[in-house]
């Protein structure tokens, strides 16, 4: 009896982990999944996956034509592989004109475009902009939050609005913060 209560402990827990396993995709996804451009092996592991750098691209929501890069750690191990580890919240960040500027609507300084969770709990990677009104230039900043305690770590790019082909004077962003 001993025996079958320890394999019935057993496979309870493998359900559960594997459950548990199957929701961390969902509960780690972020508003809107950027587009992966590649995955670099940084620390090689023998029997789990691999710590990578990875590299995304994101189109701003609200902003036409700017096209956001980052690159941000990916922790490899079981714990990784489960969705258990936090990430570290090292990012690098490079935003770039890519079309003609067009503004869908306002915005206030420091706006999320993006965010994206780094751990099961509480910890988020943004992306905000806001606008240089003197310089017509975007700035996006990307750091890490904590529900506690948040980092100082970031990254800041900008993209000085200009035309873009034939389409005449490109547009000021400060028509389009609010305040």
């Known amino acids: 009896m001993g025996k079958r209560a320890s394999m019935a402990r ?3 827990v493998l359900a559960f982990v594997a459950g548990v396993a199957s929701l961390l995709p969902l509960a780690a996804r972020a508003d809107d999944d950027p587009d992966l451009i590649f995955r670099k092996t940084t620390v090689w592991k023998f029997l789990s996956p ?10 701003d929501p609200l902003v036409a034509g700017v096209t956001c890069h980052f690159t941000v750690p990916e922790k490899g191990g079981w714990t990784g592989w489960l969705g258990l580890a936090e ?3 090292n990012a690098s960040l490079a935003c770039r004109q890519v079309g003609p500027i067009a503004f869908k609507e306002k915005f206030e300084q420091g706006d999320e475009a993006f965010r994206q969770r780094r751990s099961i709990l509480f910890k988020k990677m943004r ?3 806001g606008c240089d009104t003197k310089r017509n230039v975007l700035v996006y900043v990307t750091y890490t939050d904590k529900l506690i305690e948040g980092s100082p770590e970031n990254s ?6 200009m035309p873009w082909g034939t389409s005449g ?3 000021r962003c400060a028509d389009w913060v609010k305040g």
């Open 156 to 161: 800041t790019s900008t993209v000085p609005i």
């Open 127 to 129: 992306i905000v902009r």
């Open 50 to 59: 691999d710590h990578k750098l990875a590299t995304y691209a994101i189109d």
């Open 87 to 89: 990430e570290l919240s």
């Open 169 to 171: 004077e490109p547009p």
């Open 10 to 12: 057993g496979a309870a």
